[in-house]
């Protein structure tokens, strides 16, 4: 069974950064997309970064410039780079792994940007 396991959050004041991790165990084979999400208080989930298996990246609008996904497909490890957070960057974050019939979901890491 695929779980994914997210690590990485906290409280941080705004313009500082944090960097968030994702590791996927009970998967043989490395996933074709590899993502992060958010869902603020009152908001539906969002895309923040995704990355695929030969390196393509996608970001949202708003965080275009300041985070940066990277991924180690050897360990199916996904790893997101923030750097100067924003209070507007509050949410929890998700961890996304997709194959062509499966996707998967951790739990979420908190992040909080104080102003």
């Known amino acids: 069974q695929v779980q994914l396991v997210e690590s990485g959050g906290g409280l941080v004041q705004a313009g500082g950064s944090l960097r968030l991790s994702c590791a996927a165990s009970?998967?043989?084979?490395?996933?074709?997309?590899m993502a992060w999400y958010r869902r603020a208080p009152g908001n539906q989930r969002d895309l923040v970064a995704a990355?695929?298996?030969?390196?393509?990246?996608n970001y949202g609008d708003s965080v275009k410039g300041r985070f940066t996904i990277s991924r180690d497909s050897a360990k199916n490890t996904v790893y997101l780079q923030m750097n100067n957070l924003k209070p507007e960057d509050t949410a929890v974050y998700y961890c996304?792994?997709?194959?062509?019939?499966?996707?998967?979901w951790g739990r979420g890491t908190q992040v909080t940007v104080s102003s």
């Open positions: 009970g998967s043989t084979v490395s996933f074709n997309s």
């Open positions: 990355i695929g298996r030969s390196g393509y990246t």
């Open positions: 996304n792994a997709a194959n062509v019939a499966s996707r998967y």
